[in-house]
């Protein structure tokens, strides 16, 4: 019997991690996928594969030509395009598969959030008087700011904004989580922050940022994430591992 041929569909630290995990094991012959959008991506333990598969269609031809066994939709929460191709082509082509997706953040006591469903929509609700706005939203977003060019932008982002935004007053600041409390209450407090725009990602890499507005008394504008259907979800990479091993004992029952 072959090893089990496993796609994870990453980008995220917990894909990192999973694979990180299945890597040594000898029945698991592991690829991690990339969208390819960060020009310079952390180093991961598993063969790489980049870029763009061209759609459902795309991805279901990848499957078939590659014989893979498993997909794991280990995406970022806020890549619904990928996450939908994904259940349409493992149906298709009856592969297994689930989504590894973290749970999505929930506002405590002494949270200030306003909740929409889209970036172009966070721009909207800043309003009309001018702001300081920490736009965390990631450069491929960041550009829906230009529809309300009266307020004065921090965006932060892996890699640069390009074309950069025609607003006249925007900074830019690159870096990549996770992020310290510290260095968060410092930015905010250094550039006398009104607003934060942020996408509700989950996790722990990124939510310094929300400690700390919390702290300072801070408005959210948290943009929520879209319902996506189609693959079962786990949401932990241990629970992600006990799905794994199903499959893997199952499959070997069966001879495959």
Same mark, same amino acid.
């Given at each position: 019997?072959?090893?089990?041929?496993? #796609?994870?569909?990453?980008g995220?630290?917990?894909?990192?991690?999973?694979?990180?995990?299945?890597?040594?094991?000898?029945?698991?012959?592991?690829? #991690?996928?990339?969208?390819?959008?960060?020009? *310079?991506? @952390?180093? !991961?333990?598993?063969?790489?594969?980049?870029?763009?598969?061209?759609?459902? $269609?795309?991805?279901?031809?990848?499957?078939r030509?590659?014989a893979?066994?498993?997909?794991?939709?280990?995406?970022?929460?806020?890549?619904?395009?990928?996450?939908?191709?994904?259940?349409?082509?493992?149906?298709?082509?009856d &592969?297994?598969?689930?989504?590894?997706?973290?749970?999505a953040?929930?506002? &405590? $006591?002494? *949270?200030?959030?306003?909740?929409?469903?889209? &970036?172009? !929509?966070?721009?909207?609700?800043?309003?009309?008087?001018?702001l300081?706005?920490?736009?965390?939203?990631?450069? !491929?977003?960041?550009h829906?700011?230009?529809?309300?060019?009266?307020?004065?932008?921090?965006?932060?982002?892996? *890699?640069?904004? $390009?074309?950069?935004?025609?607003?006249?007053?925007?900074?830019?600041?690159?870096?990549?989580?996770p992020?310290?409390?510290?260095?968060?209450?410092? #930015?905010?407090?250094?550039?006398g922050?009104?607003?934060?725009?942020?996408?509700? %990602?989950?996790?722990? @890499?990124?939510?310094?940022?929300?400690?700390?507005?919390?702290?300072?008394?801070?408005?959210?504008?948290m943009?929520?994430?879209?319902?996506?259907?189609?693959?079962?979800?786990?949401?932990?990479?241990?629970?992600?591992?006990?799905?794994?091993?199903h499959?893997? %004992? %199952?499959?070997?029952?069966?001879?495959?």
């Amino acid at each position: 019997m072959g090893k089990a041929r496993i #796609l994870i569909l990453g980008g995220t630290t917990e894909a990192r991690a999973l694979a990180a995990t299945l890597a040594p094991r000898a029945d698991l012959d592991v690829v #991690l996928s990339l969208a390819g959008r960060t020009a *310079d991506p @952390a180093a !991961q333990p598993v063969p790489i594969r980049s870029g763009g598969f061209g759609g459902a $269609e795309g991805l279901a031809r990848y499957l078939r030509d590659e014989a893979i066994d498993l997909v794991v939709d280990a995406t970022h929460p806020f890549a619904a395009r990928i996450s939908a191709n994904a259940a349409r082509a493992t149906a298709e082509c009856d &592969v297994a598969a689930f989504a590894l997706r973290r749970p999505a953040w929930v506002p &405590v $006591e002494g *949270d200030d959030w306003l909740p929409v469903h889209s &970036v172009s !929509q966070a721009v909207t609700a800043l309003g009309n008087a001018p702001l300081r706005v920490f736009l965390a939203t990631g450069r !491929q977003d960041a550009h829906q700011a230009n529809a309300a060019p009266h307020h004065h932008y921090w965006v932060r982002s892996v *890699d640069p904004v $390009e074309p950069p935004l025609t607003v006249p007053h925007v900074d830019y600041i690159h870096g990549r989580g996770p992020f310290r409390l510290e260095d968060e209450l410092d #930015l905010l407090r250094r550039h006398g922050i009104d607003v934060v725009v942020a996408k509700n %990602s989950g996790g722990d @890499a990124t939510y310094a940022k929300i400690e700390a507005a919390r702290r300072l008394g801070i408005r959210i504008i948290m943009i929520e994430r879209a319902e996506t259907a189609g693959l079962p979800v786990v949401e932990t990479v241990k629970a992600a591992l006990g799905q794994i091993d199903h499959f893997a %004992s %199952s499959r070997m029952k069966r001879g495959v």
